[in-house]
């Protein structure tokens, strides 16, 4: 069992920076597939950016080049960096956890992320 608890959301003004941090209470080292999803009203929860346990990372589209993903799986801690932030960012933003054997999947409480002026 995983439980995933996500922090660091808030308001930031257009352009600028959060770092979304997704602590782990049990282990997401090899077996787990890690990423950040995230819903805005009205709208279907999308993937956002996904990272393999060999440190292989994939982006949507509208965050490529503003957004960076990375692991630490001795603590274990997933990261979102988010720069150069946009109007259309905001949404509530959930970590996700997969196992690639069992399939077995966790996700988070989330956190929700403004961006307005």
């Known amino acids: 069992q995983v439980q995933l608890v996500e922090s660091g959301g808030g308001l930031v003004q257009p352009g600028g920076s959060l770092r979304l941090s997704c602590a782990a209470s049990g282990s997401i080292g090899r077996f787990y597939g890690v990423g950040w999803y995230r819903q805005a009203p009205g709208k279907e929860r999308e993937l956002v950016a996904g990272i393999t346990s060999g440190g292989s990372t994939n982006y949507a589209d509208s965050v490529k080049g503003r957004f960076t993903i990375s692991r630490d799986n001795a603590n274990p801690t997933v990261y979102l960096q988010m720069n150069s932030l946009k109007p259309e960012d905001t949404a509530v933003y959930y970590c996700?956890?997969?196992?690639?054997?069992?399939?077995?999947?966790?996700w988070g409480q989330g956190t929700q992320v403004t961006v307005s002026s």
């Open positions: 996700n956890a997969r196992n690639i054997i069992t399939r077995d999947e966790y």
